[in-house]
């Protein structure tokens, strides 16, 4: 490479300046919109009475795709769609909130797996991310890193967004670049974290027209919707109460109609039966059914709060002259979820402790649903409705769980205006396609790292050929066991229920050009096949670093926090300390401990919190208030407190609690070592403490307590002190299905 000429003086000089890199001649932007847990007919364009207008219309200047794929998972789609390569392949095969150990299972992309943003950044682009993340291990999402599995890390350069599988759209865990900040706002001042995504996504966009307005960008949107919690304004959400009154069974044909009409679906295909253990919906009673429709209700609500805020960001676009010259992706991550279960959920914290949602309670919290102090999420039955006319769910291989919506508007460049494509294509062709449109191979290496090939074929002929030749490699699939397959047309799929044997799983054959919903199993009709789908299968498998397979859930997650902590088990939080993230956090489920904090409380006296680790959905507080010391466990909204019998004296003290683990919790707090007050109770944290993260003198997010946070400390604090015992006992699956909602 050329360098400066240096000489005694500048006569005898050459500066050097390094040719700065320059985008392919027409390169667009490019906008990529993705949502969270939304099912295949969501989308009013792809069936649903749900309003999307901002979506619709970008349907109507571009394409629809009714066979595109994803993995079952959110982290697993999103490491296909950054890296155009499968998520085994690339190390998250499964989730990144644990680290199996082999190659597959790591939890975070490899490094020979360059991102899309490491891939355009070199030809001049400028990379932004707003929203989820959730594709490098949690426990390396802390205030010490590292960071190179960060969007920073990983080819962005700007990120702000949250880290996790999901966060409170109240109170969310921020993230901005590589340090966690406080939300702008608050529920009481009209905060929403989808309005925050997209008032910086168009930041973002509007600080790089007043600085590099000749520079094309790539703006990552991920939403936290519709992901639970399920969270809305109120007056959006009731408006869905008639809409969603007829109940899941009347919802499905009617979808199925519009998608016939469509021509979403071929007018021959058939509605599947009900999903396992979903009963009819004329078989439960008015108030479960009341309950049920606010809960699908709220989902709605989300969906449709964040349409508006996206026509804000579209709208910013064509103000600026910018829309038709911008590649626009609107997609989900994975099908409607089934982690809230047959009956749903208005706080699952509760239930994931143990502490049950009787009917009568969620009845009596009707209107609470959708608010910052709930966790909600929709029943199965609702969930399968979302999926019409599909089968199963996320975290499922049969259609529910990875086939999805995706809508791609480039006004300039297509000339198709709302036309639908039937192809079958994958989340590992999304980078490839995103390549050739914009005229670039993928490098043979990032960052000094030689690169693996890509895995996905392009799908970009098809966007303006509706009969481009389909795609020629086979695709498998796979998430805790569950298998399948798709080949020319054909899928081999298998159903594993956890904790059997995989070799007594029945595999399933469907033509799919032939048969959508997966409703005709040709397994004995076309053995052979299907025996040659499922050796194709093995053989990916062993290709794509699928094996050894895992149909686990609680042990995963209890041995990745255990690898983790390892043998720590005392933590020392100095003031000045910034937040933590809950995975960082000390681990004190099930299990006897002592917290401690190290205070001067001034003459006039003081009052605060000392420590908070978790929201108003669940979590624990220690604090001051009139004077006296208060320790709070809320257990899904259930709040045992108890509170000094005595105030706190002026002077140097040692306020804390201690926790002893029993048939019953019993929690003292302590001045100075003395005991001053006891309360025993029921609660306590069996499977989990919170989404949200902890911090020492406030309570930055919604109030674990009935305080108004941040409430904080206004005495001297030098420093808390958590110090754990040896006994812990967790229960695996109980901890697998509490971590599994969270994803």
Same mark, same amino acid.
């Given at each position: ?142 205030? =010490?890193?590292? &960071? ?13 967004? &949250? ?39 168009? +930041? ?18 991920? &939403? ?27 919802? !499905? ?15 021959? =295909? ?94 009596? %919290? ?50 198709? !205006?709302?036309?639908? %494509? ?14 050739? #449109?914009?005229? #670039? ?110 149909? !686990? ?9 255990? %690898?983790?902590?390892?043998? +720590? ?10 937040? #933590? ?15 401690? @904090? ?13 420590? @908070? ?14 004077? !006296?010391?208060?320790?709070? #466990? ?29 048939? @019953? %919790? ?14 025993? =109770? ?62």
């Amino acid at each position: 490479m050329s360098q400066a000429k240096i000489g005694r003086t500048l006569a005898d000089s050459t500066p050097y300046w390094p040719p700065q890199p320059s985008p392919p001649k027409g390169a667009p932007n490019i906008l990529v919109v993705l949502f969270d847990d939304v099912g295949f007919s969501d989308f009013g364009c792809y069936g649903s009475p749900i309003a999307t207008p901002t979506i619709d219309a970008l349907a109507a200047t571009g394409v629809r795709y009714t066979g595109f794929h994803t993995t079952a998972m959110c982290s697993t789609t999103r490491a296909a769609l950054l890296t155009g390569r499968n998520h085994h392949s690339v190390g998250v095969g499964c989730l990144a909130n644990f680290d199996s150990g082999y190659p597959g299972y790591r939890g975070k992309i490899a490094k020979e797996a360059g991102t899309l943003p490491e891939m355009l950044r070199p030809h001049g682009y400028r990379t932004y991310m707003v929203g989820k993340w959730h594709v490098t291990s949690l426990t390396e999402t802390g205030p =010490t890193g590292p &960071f190179d599995g960060c969007p920073l890390g990983r080819g962005f350069d700007r990120f702000y967004g &949250f880290m996790d599988a999901e966060t409170d759209q109240y109170s969310p865990e921020l993230v901005r670049d590589n340090t966690p900040v406080d939300p702008p706002g608050t529920y009481a001042d009209g905060y929403h974290l989808t309005a925050d995504l997209v008032d910086e996504s168009i +930041r973002m966009l509007a600080d790089h027209a007043a600085n590099a307005p000749d520079k094309p960008w790539l703006l990552w949107l991920a &939403f936290g919707a519709c992901h639970a919690p399920h969270q809305a304004p109120q007056e959006i959400i009731k408006a869905y109460d008639p809409v969603f009154a007829h109940g899941w069974d009347a919802e !499905r044909e009617q979808r199925l109609a519009r998608q016939k009409a469509m021509g979403i679906v071929p007018a021959d =295909t058939r509605l599947p039966a009900r999903n396992d253990g979903v009963r009819a919906w004329d078989e439960y009673g008015e108030d479960e059914r009341r309950v049920f429709t606010r809960l699908q209700s709220a989902f709605a609500g989300m969906l449709d709060h964040t349409d508006r805020h996206l026509a804000r960001l579209v709208d910013f676009l064509e103000r600026t002259g910018v829309k038709d010259d911008t590649l626009i992706f609107v997609l989900s991550d994975n099908g409607a979820s089934q982690e809230g279960g047959p009956l749903g959920f208005i706080n699952a914290m509760g239930p994931f402790n143990m502490k049950p949602e009787p009917m009568a309670e969620k009845l009596a %919290r009707i209107d609470d649903i959708g608010g910052p102090d709930t966790h909600s999420n929709f029943p199965h039955g609702w969930a399968m409705a979302s999926n019409t006319p599909l089968r199963r769910y996320k975290q499922n291989t049969h259609g529910g769980g990875i086939r999805d919506p995706l809508v791609v508007s480039w006004p300039s460049r297509i000339p198709a !205006r709302g036309e639908l %494509r039937h192809q079958f294509c994958h989340a590992s062709d999304f980078a490839p396609t995103i390549l050739e #449109l914009v005229g #670039l191979e993928p490098p043979a290496s990032v960052n000094g790292v030689p690169q693996t090939p890509l895995e996905g074929e392009s799908f970009a002929a098809s966007l303006a050929d509706p009969a481009a030749p389909p795609r020629r490699r086979p695709q498998y699939f796979e998430m805790f066991g569950h298998r399948g397959l798709w080949k020319d047309g054909w899928k081999a799929v298998a159903f594993h229920p956890p904790g059997s044997a995989f070799e007594d799983d029945r595999w399933e054959l469907f033509h799919l050009d032939a048969d959508f919903s997966e409703t005709n199993d040709l397994a004995e009709a076309h053995p052979e096949t299907l025996k040659a789908l499922i050796e194709e299968w093995w053989t990916q498998a062993e290709a794509c670093q699928v094996l050894p397979l895992d149909d !686990r859930f609680g042990p995963r997650f209890a041995e990745n926090a255990a %690898r983790f902590h390892g043998p +720590r088990k005392r933590f020392v939080f100095h003031a000045g300390m910034g937040h #933590l993230p809950t995975d960082m956090a000390p681990d004190v489920r099930s299990r006897s401990y002592r917290i401690e @904090a190290d205070v001067t409380i001034p003459p006039q006296g003081a009052e605060g919190v000392l420590i @908070a680790h978790g929201d108003a959905t669940c979590g624990y507080s220690l604090f001051l208030r009139n004077g !006296r010391l208060h320790h709070v #466990l809320n257990i899904g909204g259930m709040k045992a407190e108890v509170a000094s019998d005595r105030p706190v004296q002026p002077g140097a003290r040692r306020l804390g609690v201690v926790c002893r683990q029993g048939q @019953a %919790r019993r929690f003292t707090l302590t001045i100075d070592g003395a005991a001053v007050g006891e309360i025993e =109770t029921p609660l306590g944290f069996a499977t989990l403490i919170s989404w949200s993260g902890l911090d020492i003198g406030r309570d930055r997010g919604s109030p674990v307590a009935d305080y108004p946070a941040p409430f904080t400390f206004t005495g001297v604090l030098r420093k808390v002190t958590v110090t754990m015992d040896e006994d812990q006992t967790l229960d695996g699956d109980a901890v697998g299905a509490a971590e599994m909602a969270r994803q």
